[in-house]
């Protein structure tokens, strides 16, 4: 069975600092993905960043980056120049069709 | 623009009812599932649908019960609610291919149970 956790229920930031949240994931699928999501508070859940397992290079969109460690069922988000809208749950997921997901890490940021 | 639509935002009902949670996508997506969401847990998969009338259970079905009629819609039902459904639930689409999908979800259904 699939596994993913997140070990920081919550997290904080000053604005336009970074920050780093962790996931870490077990599965015996040799071709599988990995997504973070984002909740903002009272809206719906949208999909920040997705790296396919077979991909050595750690994907990117724009502030969000990856750090893929596929060795150690690693794949920790990175926000950089962190903005107010930032502030949400996110989620890290693991799969491809069906997905399995983490526990959430709340992350706030600090004006 | 693509949308999944949930029919409640809230929702509060009493022990044994039965409750109906409905979703409709309008991107012809095959594959539909439900969620559930509580805090500490993430999301648990309860049951997904990858064609009309197909259905599968995920990890948490028990004390459910879903029907897909149609493509763009898909229920979930809590055939007599218990306190510990009291939960938020999240549905979802996506498309059927090889690789990767991104998963649409709805804004989700907050059911009380009392």
């Known amino acids: 069975a699939q596994t993913v956790t997140q070990s920081q229920p919550e997290m904080s930031v000053q604005e336009a600092e970074t920050v780093t949240l962790s996931c870490t994931y077990d599965?015996?699928?040799?071709?599988?993905?990995l997504f973070w999501y984002k909740q903002p508070p009272s809206r719906q859940m949208i999909l920040v960043i997705r790296?396919?397992?077979?991909?050595?290079q750690n994907a990117t969109e724009n502030r969000f980056s990856v750090n893929f460690q596929k060795a150690a069922k690693s794949f920790s988000l990175k926000i950089s120049d962190s903005q107010l809208g930032d502030a949400a749950m996110y989620f890290c997921?693991?799969?491809?069709?069906?997905?399995?997901f983490g526990q959430g890490t709340r992350l706030t940021i600090n004006p | 623009d693509v949308k999944v639509t949930q029919s409640s935002r809230y929702l509060v009902k009493r022990t044994g009812e039965k409750v109906f949670l409905e979703c409709v996508q309008d991107?012809?997506?095959?594959?539909m599932f439900w969620y559930r969401q509580d805090p500490g847990l993430g999301l648990r998969l309860i049951y997904f649908?990858?064609?009309?009338?197909?259905?599968e259970k995920g990890d948490i079905p028990e004390g459910y019960s879903v029907s897909r009629e149609k493509k763009e819609r898909f229920s979930l039902i809590l055939e007599s609610a218990s306190t510990n459904q009291t939960s938020m639930y999240l549905c979802?689409?996506?498309?059927?291919?090889?690789?990767?999908?991104?998963?649409?979800f709805g804004p989700g259904t907050r059911l009380t149970v009392l």
């Open positions: 997921a693991s799969g491809a069709q069906k997905l399995v």
């Open positions: 599965t015996s699928e040799s071709d599988y993905y």
């Open positions: 790296q396919e397992a077979y991909k050595q």
């Open positions: 991107m012809d997506h095959e594959n």
């Open positions: 649908s990858y064609d009309v009338k197909m259905k």
């Open positions: 979802a689409s996506t498309l059927t291919g090889l690789g990767y999908n991104e998963q649409f």
